[in-house]
């Protein structure tokens, strides 16, 4: 994945394979491709949110912690 | 004070009063002016700070005031923590306001910056309060630059001091309270803060992880619908194959039977076996009467039989025996 890929723009390329597939305008030649590459920023939007989630939540437990 | 009937006193004191707050208004127009309720002043004006932690006490260092502000301060419940610079003076007495004036100054010139400036008094006769009522001390609090906050401890009218302070309070302990109640407002305000912040980050969570779901399935789904109706497109196009294939096959397999029958029908073997025969002369077959003359040796093949014999007759023949 790229390095300096956002999680906004990650999610809005999903979005538009979505799209794409939605409506069925996907060639079956590039079918794979497409769905390999929505299961990479799949995989990577939900790690990156996973991360995020354990770090806010360890930000507020700690918030939490102080009288 | 002995001698001075006391009612009397207090008319006059009163109408003095009136006198100073109506010379305040009319002498420093620029941070003094009447507004509802009483007066508006520029200290009034003075955003107070959402924490109020370093403060400037003026007050007498053995009044009973500054021990209840002192101790209301230090024992408050929520642990907060104050810095308290003391300004002692004499708080009370006419011929002290100079005195009180250079502490206020004091506090000014320190380079501190202070959340806040307290004034505070404890006990004493009505006349005591004389010092709060004073012209020129009314004039530096309007227009001092640190919200002023005052707890006098005065039962009945507010002295001109209350009027041109920031916030005024009954007592020094209503002033600490004060203070610490400002305080708890902000913590609080920081608490709902930090709740909001936790609630929407979850929130926020919760929704991406929603859309990623929504946009995995819609693409788990609809790619499978594409490959499925691709699948049966190639399934029916196989099947279609198939069958045309196979019919057609068929079809030229009945074409050839039908000339295998026909060459089989009309094969020499089928012929003689239906009671012709081939006639052979000089080792050749031969249909043409010609090649055989009278005397001449010919052999006869039927089907499974050969018989050789010699030409005796020969003449025409008209062709009716076959007619059907």
Same mark, same amino acid.
């Given at each position: ?67 | ?14 109408? #003095?009063?009136?006198? =100073?707050? +109506?010379? !305040?208004?009319?002498?420093? %127009? ?5 507004? *509802? ?117 005065? #039962?009945?009218?507010? =002295?001109? +001091?209350? !009027?041109?302070?920031?916030? %005024? ?5 209503? *002033? ?149």
């Amino acid at each position: 994945m790229e390095p300096t890929l956002t999680y906004e723009e990650a999610y809005r390329e999903l979005a538009a394979i979505a799209r794409e597939i939605e409506s069925e305008s996907v060639p079956v030649d590039v079918l794979a491709q497409k769905v390999r590459r929505a299961s990479e920023l799949i995989t990577w939007c939900q790690a990156r949110l996973r991360t995020t989630e354990t770090e806010v939540n360890k930000i507020i437990s700690q918030m939490d912690k102080q009288p | 004070m002995i001698g001075i009937d006391s009612n009397f006193t207090l008319g006059q004191l009163e109408q #003095q009063r009136q006198a =100073t707050l +109506a010379r !305040l208004v009319r002498e420093n %127009p620029d941070f003094i002016w009447p507004a *509802a309720g009483g007066y508006g002043t520029k200290n009034k004006q003075l955003p107070l700070p959402g924490v109020i932690q370093h403060i400037a006490v003026i007050a007498s260092r053995t009044s009973a005031g500054w021990q209840d502000f002192h101790h209301t301060l230090d024992n408050n419940p929520f642990g907060y923590a104050f810095r308290i610079d003391e300004y002692f003076t004499v708080v009370q007495g006419e011929n002290n306001t100079q005195q009180f004036l250079s502490r206020l100054i004091d506090v000014f010139n320190s380079g501190n910056s202070y959340d806040a400036v307290v004034i505070i008094r404890g006990g004493g006769a009505q006349t005591d309060f004389l010092i709060f009522d004073d012209y020129m001390i009314g004039k530096a609090i309007a227009k001092f630059p640190i919200p002023v906050i005052t707890g006098i401890g005065h #039962q009945k009218n507010e =002295t001109i +001091a209350d !009027l041109m302070a920031h916030t %005024p309070t009954k007592t020094p302990t209503k *002033a600490a309270e004060f203070i610490i109640n400002q305080n708890r407002s902000f913590e609080d305000s920081v608490n709902r803060l930090r709740q909001n912040i936790v609630i929407r980050a979850q929130q926020q969570f919760a929704d991406n992880n929603k859309a990623l779901n929504r946009v995995n399935n819609t693409i788990i789904n609809k790619s499978r619908t594409i490959l499925g109706r691709q699948q049966e497109l190639l399934t029916s196009a196989k099947t279609s194959l198939l069958i045309h294939s196979n019919n057609y096959c068929r079809n030229q397999k009945k074409y050839l039977d039908h000339f295998v029958s026909i060459i089989k029908i009309a094969s020499p073997e089928n012929t003689l076996r239906r009671g012709f025969a081939i006639i052979r002369s000089n080792n050749k077959i031969t249909g043409n009467p010609d090649d055989l003359t009278v005397g001449k040796d010919i052999e006869i093949i039927f089907a499974n039989k050969e018989i050789t014999a010699t030409v005796t007759a020969k003449k025409d023949y008209d062709g009716t025996d076959f007619n059907l």
